[in-house]
């Protein structure tokens, strides 16, 4: 901070917050109230809160939390955050997270109010370079998170097969993350269809798993804060013969990608070995990527793009997440979990083999 | 639009784009990515958005998608969208929700180069006003949503007695609401303690239920993108004398804030009709309010706060949610939901009486 010439950051959003805190609730649902964290440059961090969240954050350990009754429709906490931050940082330029990847959690004319008597400026991607790198701790957190999904996967021969509707395995596959230890399930994406899926972000539909289909789960379920994502295909009995030939083909550039992932690497060295076996390296799909960082998000920086060269080092936590075209426009896509060690990549989510699962049709 | 001189609305969070085309997906969950739409003040809204979401933007019925392969580190997305709002608003104001319980989903640093070469401006709370009035599709959806948390409530006894812990009532909680129809559990807060609990936002502890605890549940789930919002409270075994009375309190005050409530009423009269009973109108306390409107979001626009003098109207839907003190600093809450109609307030929650319900210890 010192080198980049701020006098303190200035952060809104629940994981910058809970980074410097361990401020945890699903309060954050709720969009009418603005919380602040002030870390200056010196001394610790000061939370300027709702009431409504003062209890939470003094057993989190904040020592200094100014407080005001939100919402007020009048002064919903910029008089109070101004004063703030001309005491703690009197005259000094405030760090805001700026770049890709992040938003100004508290509404624009307020930030423009409090713009006019302050010096905001961007936090030149501290709070980005701090976040990359995970503890052991978050990494037991991770690979807890990963072992959780990975036992409802399991089971989802229990819940999926010929005949069931999509919508229902949407809910009993959270429900089996919830019986196997998730907190809460804030992410579930999928598809089922013939030969191969037409896309990875719809809501589940009515209709139901159909023999000849490919089914895949994605899950970004939460234990205590942190998450996991990754996925699983499945086969509704027996699939048309691209199926298995394309499930290995993304296991094969999974493990690229696994081979690939150690510290000097590069996030787009690591996009360029799995897609040279997805497509011979000739195109970038849709969705833009092939994996990306993990954590107290279920996406964070970086990307596994060709443009970004960030650095791979120890304690980067990972998603290798291939995709490959099947016929009549249908995709696949694999993804994993893993972390940068100094000798190379580690599983955190246990890996999938070539084989596609197979359930009853 | 035209009235407040706006060319556009630009629109970037979920709840906001999903309003207006239906764009219902969980993707949002990552922030990687930042999705526009425009709204000109003639002709069909159009989407800027990033090409993994335009199959299923192009299913809503968006007929004019504008996208790019996101994420793109050096634009992603701002060329696009500038040279798209001087094509659809050339030299015209554009509208930005800016107000309370808004923000801008999208890094400030995109922000500013766009307001560099567009004229940004406040929505002029338009799309507040929009969307606090339901239509009766949406009511339908949230009383549905509303039905299948009091099927969840009812079997609480099946997960919660003296012994079990607060985190495994928590998740097998959310377990119940899936089987009852949820498609996903957006939001669980609650609390168990002897007498009362201590605060209303905090995660699950793995304290024990305690003969003697009051257990507070409160859900937003989610059934096809509308959100219910209310709570229930259970003692474990034999209370003290004071929370029976508590909870008939909070009834009463629920009952009144219902009886309250028709148009032409406002925001405040609905506050001032609880907190009389609850504490006959002496004070506010930390949550600061009694109440908000509910819908694609878990809290909506207005507050029940006595200086939120929104004017009730049909179709709006709101939550009650009266607290009181209970010996020892502890607090009750209860909360319902309930729509205006012509003639006064109907219940979307199948409301309380006043016996609490007893669990067993």
Redesign the interface.
Known sequence: MARNDLAALLLTTEPEIRYFTGF????W?????PWFLIVPTSGAPVAVI???????MA?CGVADIRSW??????D?GISLLTETLQELAPGGRIG??????????????D?QRLASSTHLT?DKGILRSLRMVKSEAEIALIRQACHIAARAFARVPEIARAGVAL?QV???F??LC??E?????????GASNQGGY???????TLRPLAQGDVLMLDT?LVHQGYFCDFDRNFAVGVPSPEVPDAHAKLIEATQAGFAAARPGATAADLFHAMNAICTGDAA?S????LG?GLGM???EWP?L?P??HTELTEGMVLTLEPGVSLPGGKLMVHEENIVIRAGGAEWLSPPSGPDILVLEG
Chains 1, 2 share one sequence.
């Open positions: 945890l609730t699903r309060f649902e709720s969009p009418t109230r709702p009431s409504i969240g003062v209890d939470l057993r009754t939100s919402p007020d429709l009048t919903d805001v997270p700026s770049g890709h990847e992040t938003h100004v959690r508290m509404p624009m004319a930030y961007d919508d949407f809910r009993d959270q429900r919830l019986e230890g998730a907190d809460w399930v804030s992410y579930l994406a037409a896309d990875v972000i719809s809501p589940a970004g970038v849709d969705a833009g990527r990306h998000q279920l996406t990307s793009i443009t970004d």
